[in-house]
């Protein structure tokens, strides 16, 4: 371990943490120091089993050969190289790796570095897209409520969390947002996608109604909300949504930065529930987490539409490590990783499995809600009167003590292991959870 500096004491530290209660943290750290398969070690060397992939991203597991060796051959090959009027070889050939696992017509990358930047490059190509086109008019934006999008102004915008909205104010302007599919009165303890609620995707026709189609650019939604407490779409809803979408010639987005790369069992979430999007923005698994990236997946339409006209810049937008050289490395030794252990089939494979686990966690105390999809699933607690969030919090940490890393938003505990998890380790994430349950005030 680093010898500079002082792990025992950080209530001083430089280091001001990103979605973190950093007086709370700084007072009882949590530190990981080590991570190998599908286990992080703290300094002390505790062991921890992680239950949540890192955060939705290691779905290989941590420190896979493959990908380790593909980042140290490429940094000592070449750092860096502009994507600006430049090209490297490795940039070109990932993209081409994505194309091939991507659905049928979807053979376009646009190379970011993370989530938010996905999102934010899927909204610009959207209004770009329709520009090119001669339907300038088009500029609103259709989110969701309880949607995560990221952290940038249009993800913001789009998203549906109070909390940014109260923070950061307006945002983007000309965005609304559709109703949230959330309804436990009718859909809780469902297996998979609920059999209610297809309905509440009329309500893009109501918003169509009142902005008239003819401004709408895009609706974006993840195909299943993951921060937002792994929200599964109801039966029929995707496909209402895409239906409505077509008639108006609005764009569907999907942001799979969760579902993709073999969440769902399959690559995308979309080849999953069997509805296709317009354009879709992924991250996280697309390296396996190891360097940082993202990338927004087209249909050749939208592309082929910018590439009208004279020559020139077709889009008017990049970050200066699009396609690094680092993150395409790590991306292709991931895209390897889980084709040579085939570990999308092996996530759909363990579905069943997973689904029997963590409803096995109903009747415990305080439990309203579970549900499942590929591999994530989520607890829901009742809050506790007049503390809401302090059982999510207090289950969080309960379980790291327990040697279980788990993610939790508000009440709601998510689980979404890397794709290489055993049965065994399966049972032994909801036999800790269920103890930490009982024991929960
Ligand atoms: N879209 C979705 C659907 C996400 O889940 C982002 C965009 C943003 O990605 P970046 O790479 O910019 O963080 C995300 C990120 C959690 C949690 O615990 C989820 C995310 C990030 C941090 C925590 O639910 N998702």
């Not at 650019?217 to 077509?246: H, K, M, N």
């Not at 190891?290 to 990338?295: I, L, S």
């Not at 991306?331 to 579905?351: K, N, P, V, W």
């Not at 508000?410 to 065994?424: C, N, Q, W, Y």
Request: glycine content about 10%; hydrophobic content about 40%.
């Amino acid at each position: 371990m680093n010898k500079r500096a002082d792990f025992t004491d950080l209530q001083e530290s430089a280091f001001w943490m990103p979605f973190t209660s950093n007086r709370q943290f700084k007072k009882a750290p949590r530190l990981l120091a080590r991570a190998e398969g599908m286990h992080y070690w703290t300094p002390e060397g505790r062991q921890i089993l992680d239950a949540c992939a890192g955060l939705w991203c290691v779905n290989a597991g941590h420190c896979r050969p493959k990908i380790v060796e593909a980042i140290q051959r490429q940094a000592a090959e070449m750092d860096f190289a502009p994507t600006f009027q430049m090209g490297h070889p490795i940039a070109f050939e990932f993209a081409e790796r994505l194309a091939e696992i991507a659905p049928e017509g979807f053979k376009r990358v646009f190379f970011t570095n993370s989530g938010s930047e996905s999102v934010d490059s899927a909204l610009k190509i959207a209004l770009a897209y329709h520009r090119a086109r001669g339907e300038a008019q088009r500029f609103r934006l259709i989110g969701r409520e309880r949607g995560y999008h990221g952290v940038n102004f249009g993800g913001i915008s789009v998203g549906g969390l109070s909390h940014n909205r109260k923070t950061f104010g307006p945002g983007v302007a000309g965005v609304d947002h559709l109703r949230h599919t959330h309804d436990i009165t009718r859909n809780a303890f469902s297996h998979g996608q609920p059999v209610h609620g297809a309905e509440l995707a009329d309500e893009l026709e109501r918003l169509c109604a009142l902005h008239d189609p003819s401004t709408i650019a895009a609706v974006i939604v993840e195909p299943v909300s993951g921060s937002g407490g792994v929200l599964v779409p109801p039966q029929g809803y995707l496909q209402r949504l895409r239906e409505i979408c077509t008639k108006h010639g609005i764009l569907l987005i999907y942001d799979e930065v969760i579902t993709g790369f073999g969440r769902l069992g399959k690559p995308f979430g979309s080849q999953r529930l069997g509805v296709l999007p317009d354009l879709f923005a992924t991250a996280k698994g697309m390296t396996n987490g190891a360097v940082p990236m993202g990338a927004v997946f087209v249909r050749e339409s939208i592309y082929e539409a910018f590439m009208q006209g004279p020559e020139g810049i077709e889009l008017f937008h990049g970050y200066t490590y699009s396609g690094h050289p680092l993150a395409c490395a790590a991306g292709i030794g991931a895209l390897d990783t889980y084709e040579e252990e085939g570990l999308f089939e092996r996530a759909a494979s363990l579905e069943t499995h997973w689904e029997q686990a963590i409803h096995s966690l109903k009747g415990e105390r305080n439990v309203v809600d579970i549900r499942n999809i590929g591999l994530m699933g989520a607890i829901e607690l009742a809050p506790k009167p007049g503390a809401p969030g302090s059982r999510g919090y207090t289950a969080l940490v309960k379980c790291f003590e327990a040697g279980i890393l788990i993610r939790y938003t508000g009440d709601t505990l998510a689980f979404s292991p890397p794709l290489i998890v055993e049965k065994a380790q399966i049972e032994r994430i909801f036999d800790s959870v269920r103890k930490v349950l009982q024991a929960l005030d």
